[in-house]
């Protein structure tokens, strides 16, 4: 007879008798399925609460996303966040029809919407839902129960309550890998990711998440320092700084472990604010110096470059004759390539039209931005984004509208395309002097 019992909030279980290529760690392998929905260590007045909670008669939240109806219970739960959901859902529908199978671990689920949208909408084989907080239980099983919890002698869904690196690690031990792992953490909590290289699948996805905006806006240097290993400086473009910040973080703890990483792609949201972005993970180790750099800006000019690791102690700008001036600012190590894959995001857009999450009057603003994700895919743009308002400031004349200075920019033969960060600031290989002239001249015209 398996022996369960509470200790702190967490539920300890000994491994069952299944062959190790289809085990789960010991910590959610339950013999008994009903066990999963309802363990014999809650307490009499807990067990009353679940029932009630279970049957509908809590005063949980009901909601709907993309057709699913779901409750929020008391988890914490943001309507903005579903744009995030939805590119995870497509990047891991993109998955499943790549490689023919999906196992997703939810690490942080919440109230569990984005590990029904997983079993649902992309289809996943089965889903691990943990969340640390165990009042958030019920909530998550109900919403969860609206799936088949088995499948044939599978199951399709488990729901835990351990600490993510708890998780990760004893699947890691237990060789239970998974071609997707979410973890939509709270700060700058980088401590995630080398448990979650262990438990991924070579060539698997990994979903990550900063809501740190004080670290990428320069504004603590040492906590970035600390999280990412990148000492980060005030820079004009700084939520774009927080992404890649973030990648070079798991970059970093990825060439640690013998992984290299790239970005599939990078959403910035002000709400939060929240920087995710969404990783592919394989064995090997990035070239020498390739895009894992320094990005200087000038406070003078406006003007940025990259800078190598060999270069430090050299950084300059040219409207400072090539001298060191004081009025560089430089922020790094950090990601310093693209934020996106064209072809990814390419097939996500084409996805996300086929399922109708696009066109008149549907969340147009998912399709505008897979549109701008795609534009800024363009190589040949560099990092960072110009404000208008700061062309406008340097050249003291009112600030020129966006399609206008598009236009002109293309028509001097300059790469541009819109930001998906900030409505109006464009990404673009303009150097600020020029993008400062043609304003003025159309200002002028």
Same mark, same amino acid.
């Given at each position: ?7 702190n909030?967490?539920l300890s279980l ?7 290529h289809?085990s789960l760690?010991s910590?959610?392998s339950?013999p008994n399925p009903?066990?999963?929905y309802?363990?014999r260590c809650?307490l009499?007045?807990?067990v ?14 009901h909601?709907?996303?993309?057709g699913?109806?779901f409750?929020?219970?008391t ?5 903005e966040s ?5 590119l995870?859902v497509?990047?891991a529908?993109?998955y499943k029809?790549?490689?023919g ?7 942080m689920c919440?109230?569990?919407?984005r ?6 909408q992309?289809?996943?084989?089965f ?8 009042d958030y239980r ?5 919403n969860?129960?609206?799936?088949? *919890?088995?499948s044939?002698d599978?199951?399709?869904?488990v729901v835990t309550?351990?600490d993510?690196n *708890?998780?990760m690690t ?5 060789r239970d890998f998974f071609?997707?792992?979410d ?5 700058s ?8 290289y ?7 996805l990994l ?11 320069g504004?603590?240097?040492h906590?970035s ?6 000492y980060i400086?005030?820079m004009?473009?700084?939520n774009?700084?927080g992404?890649?910040?973030?990648i070079g973080?798991a ?5 640690v ?11 910035f949201s ?6 995710r972005?969404?990783?592919q993970?394989?064995?090997g ?6 895009y894992y750099?320094?990005?200087s800006?000038?406070?003078q000019?406006?003007?940025s470059q ?10 300059n ?5 090539r ?7 430089v922020?790094?190590?950090l990601?310093?390539?693209p934020l996106h894959?064209?072809?990814f995001?390419?097939e996500m ?8 999450w ?6 147009t603003?998912?399709a505008?931005?897979?549109n701008?994700m795609?534009?800024?895919?363009d190589?040949?743009?560099?990092f960072?984004?110009?404000k208008?308002d700061?062309?406008a ?14 236009t002109?920019?293309r ?9 998906h960060i ?6 673009t290989?303009?150097?600020m ?6 304003a003025?001249?159309?200002q002028?015209?």
């Amino acid at each position: 007879m398996t022996s369960l019992f509470f200790h702190n909030k967490i539920l300890s279980l000994p491994p069952p008798a299944i062959p190790p290529h289809r085990s789960l760690p010991s910590l959610t392998s339950i013999p008994n399925p009903r066990q999963d929905y309802l363990p014999r260590c809650f307490l009499p007045n807990r067990v009353q609460t679940l029932f009630r909670e279970i049957n509908g008669d809590s005063n949980s939240n009901h909601e709907t996303e993309r057709g699913l109806d779901f409750e929020t219970g008391t988890s914490f739960f943001r309507h903005e966040s579903a744009i995030g959901r939805d590119l995870g859902v497509l990047a891991a529908s993109i998955y499943k029809r790549s490689k023919g199978s999906l196992r997703v671990l939810d690490a942080m689920c919440g109230c569990g919407i984005r590990s029904l949208r997983y079993l649902v909408q992309a289809e996943a084989d089965f889903v691990w839902a943990n969340d640390a907080n165990e009042d958030y239980r019920s909530t998550i099983l109900s919403n969860l129960s609206r799936e088949a *919890r088995i499948s044939g002698d599978e199951r399709r869904w488990v729901v835990t309550h351990f600490d993510a690196n *708890r998780v990760m690690t004893e699947c890691y031990l237990q060789r239970d890998f998974f071609d997707l792992i979410d973890i939509d953490s709270f700060g700058s909590d980088s401590s995630f990711f080398r448990s979650a290289y262990d438990s991924l699948k070579i060539d698997g996805l990994l979903y990550i998440t900063s809501t740190d905006g004080f670290s990428s806006g320069g504004h603590r240097p040492h906590n970035s320092l600390a999280s990412y290993g990148a000492y980060i400086r005030p820079m004009p473009y700084a939520n774009e700084i927080g992404l890649r910040m973030l990648i070079g973080g798991a970059l970093r703890d990825a060439a640690v472990l013998g992984y290299c990483v790239s970005p599939l792609f990078s959403y910035f949201s002000y709400h939060g604010p929240v920087f995710r972005v969404m990783l592919q993970v394989n064995r090997g180790k990035l070239p020498k110096n390739r895009y894992y750099g320094f990005i200087s800006y000038c406070t003078q000019c406006g003007n940025s470059q990259a800078c190598s690791w060999d270069e430090l102690g050299q950084i300059n700008c040219p409207c400072n004759n090539r001298e060191v001036s004081r009025s560089v600012v430089v922020s790094g190590p950090l990601w310093t390539g693209p934020l996106h894959c064209a072809t990814f995001v390419t097939e996500m857009l084409n996805l996300a039209e086929q399922w109708g999450w696009t066109g008149a009057g549907k969340a147009t603003d998912l399709a505008k931005l897979l549109n701008h994700m795609i534009d800024e895919s363009d190589p040949v743009l560099p990092f960072g984004y110009i404000k208008l308002d700061e062309i406008a400031k340097r050249a003291k004349i009112n600030s020129p509208s966006l399609r206008t200075m598009i236009t002109s920019l293309r028509k001097e033969g300059y790469a541009v395309s819109r930001s998906h960060i900030a409505s109006n600031a464009i990404k673009t290989n303009c150097p600020m002097t020029m993008c400062i002239q043609i304003a003025r001249e159309l200002q002028l015209s």
